[in-house]
């Protein structure tokens, strides 16, 4: 994965402009609820983005997933480092001209931030799945991941 991401090349400043959203900062949620754990900065990207300099940014900051920007539905996606495995890995794919939007998830799953842990486990379990978007009002305020989820049990 090392070599794919970051090869030989010179790693410039992204040119896709990411977005850090903090629309949950000062917010209060529930005790037990997913909005008490989620990670309140999500990183928002366009579709158009490319796939190398996002990867390199991820690592760079230790995050695993983006949100991507709505499409021309209206709906939000997602890309994370597990579709990168599956999608350009596994298939021995070239991560050169490739678009955070040939490899995003959409539509994207998503939770309420008053849903219960228990519930947004079951769900992840149930789905497969590492992590969810968690929206309020039609946008994203965050991520709850099971690493998340594993941290507030250990607490």
């Known amino acids: 994965m090392e070599k794919i991401v970051a090869g030989d090349v010179p790693h410039p400043e992204p040119t ?9 900062d000062g917010r209060v949620y529930p005790h037990g609820s ?5 990670t309140r900065a999500v ?7 490319s796939l190398r300099e996002t990867s390199i940014y991820m690592r760079g900051r230790g995050i ?6 709505p499409d021309a539905s209206g709906q939000w996606g997602i890309m994370t480092m597990r579709d990168v495995l599956k999608k350009v890995v596994r298939e021995g794919r070239a991560i050169d001209g490739l678009t955070v939007g040939d490899l995003t998830s959409r539509p994207l799953l998503s939770v309420s931030p008053e849903t219960p842990i228990t519930e947004c486990a079951a769900l992840m379990v149930e789905r497969n799945i590492r992590r ?5 009002n039609g946008e994203p305020v965050g ?3 099971e690493t998340d989820i594993f941290s507030h049990v250990a607490e």
């Open 34 to 38: 997913v909005g008490a754990v989620m």
């Open 64 to 69: 695993h997933s983006v949100i991507v920007k």
């Open 43 to 49: 990183v928002a990207v366009p579709a158009e983005a």
């Open 143 to 145: 991520i709850i991941s």
């Open 16 to 24: 896709f402009g990411p977005e850090i959203l903090r629309r949950a």
């Open 132 to 136: 969810l978007a968690v929206f309020e």
